[in-house]
């Protein structure tokens, strides 16, 4: 069983930013990719960015070049890098694990963009 806990969500002003972690325990292959995805009221959850085990990146596009994902494999911890935030970017944030053809979910972190 994986466990996912993120932190590092709140309310930050258009054009500021924000530093988002989670951090997995439990059973966890050295093989799998980690990742954030999004929701905002009334929206489908969204991908925002998964990075692999080796290192490989996708981002969406709509955080290209504003928002940063890494990882540190010996804490099995992933970060995102959240700079220039605008209000759309308002959502719930997930941590999520896939790993063997499972999928794990953190509990969620409210981003708020507001002035």
């Known amino acids: 069983q994986v466990q996912l806990v993120e932190s590092g969500g709140g309310l930050v002003q258009p054009g500021g930013s924000l530093r988002l972690s989670c951090a997995a325990s439990?059973?966890?292959?050295?093989?799998?990719?980690m990742g954030w995805y999004r929701q905002a009221p009334g929206k489908q959850r969204e991908l925002v960015a998964t990075?692999?085990?080796?290192?490989?990146?996708v981002l969406s596009y709509s955080v290209k070049g504003r928002f940063t994902i890494s990882r540190d494999n010996a804490k099995n911890t992933v970060y995102l890098q959240m700079n220039s935030l605008k209000p759309e970017d308002t959502a719930v944030y997930y941590c999520?694990?896939?790993?063997?053809?499972?999928?794990?979910w953190g509990q969620g972190t409210q981003v708020t963009v507001s002035s």
């Open positions: 990075i692999t085990s080796d290192g490989s990146t």
């Open positions: 439990g059973s966890i292959f050295r093989v799998n990719v």
């Open positions: 999520n694990l896939e790993m063997l053809g499972f999928r794990s």
